[in-house]
């Protein structure tokens, strides 16, 4: 079985320019987590997903930060303009439903802005 | 912000040795689990253990929750070089949907 994959896995950008993050989850999770992972520090839920309706998106910078999962399969974290701050993984991880405890990590995606 | 603290923040063991970490979280759980990430790599689930359950064995793991204290330990037995990694515990809220809150991990270093 595929796992969670991500892509791409290492991105280096300038400040104030775009990026976006990719994330296809195990086939048939309807739930759909986006983390950031600061360093030394665990994953904090970004926005959560049930199929393609964001049902919490409480911690997501909304000013910068937006998110999609169009069909309710795949989805895009994007950030724009970037910041120093933002420098950090970025993990997607998905579940087979809200209900379900366990939850699949991809790789992540280890962004810095310069 | 984060609700669980492990404690040691680093560990660093000879192959062979036990490892005990430990986590403390602050409001009522459902459940509580333990995930393992390598360097530069995503995480990995290891094991849950309930609100009602005090102890869990998977293999070399064993866990124990003490609700009373709100606090938790991950114990590997007889680790091996490829135990080198960061673990993290992650406590689900009573009531709540499934989201999970992390804490910022013990590092353990397994040395052959």
């Known amino acids: 079985e595929a796992g969670v994959v991500q892509s791409p896995r290492y991105k280096i950008i300038e400040k104030k320019q775009p990026v976006a993050f990719w994330c296809n989850p195990i086939?048939?999770?309807?739930?759909l987590y986006w983390y950031r992972q600061n360093l030394g520090q665990g994953p904090e839920l970004l926005i959560r997903y049930e199929n393609e309706e964001a049902v919490d998106d409480s911690q997501l910078p909304k000013d910068r930060f937006s998110a999609e999962r169009l069909k309710g399969v795949d989805s895009t974290l994007k950030i724009q303009p970037a910041e120093l701050g933002d420098s950090a993984v970025y993990l997607c991880?998905?579940?087979?439903?809200?209900?379900?405890?366990?939850?699949?990590f991809g790789p992540g995606t280890r962004l810095t802005v310069l | 912000s984060q609700q669980g603290e492990e404690d040691p923040q680093a560990l660093s063991i000879q192959e062979g040795e036990n490892a005990t970490m430990n986590c403390s979280y602050k409001?009522?759980?459902?459940?509580l689990q333990w995930y393992r990430q390598n360097s530069g790599r995503g995480l990995v689930h290891l094991i849950l253990i309930r609100s009602n359950e005090r102890e869990k064995h998977s293999g070399r793991l064993r866990v124990t929750l003490d609700t009373s204290k709100k606090s938790s330990s991950l114990l590997i037995t007889a680790s091996r070089a490829a135990d080198t990694a960061s673990y993290f515990c992650?406590?689900?809220?009573?009531?709540?949907?499934?989201?999970?809150?992390f804490g910022a991990g013990t590092r353990l270093a397994v040395h052959p």
């Open positions: 991880a998905s579940s087979l439903d809200f209900g379900t405890d366990t939850q699949y």
């Open positions: 086939s048939g999770h309807n739930t």
């Open positions: 409001t009522s759980i459902n459940n």
């Open positions: 992650a406590t689900k809220f009573s009531g709540g949907y499934n989201k999970l809150i």
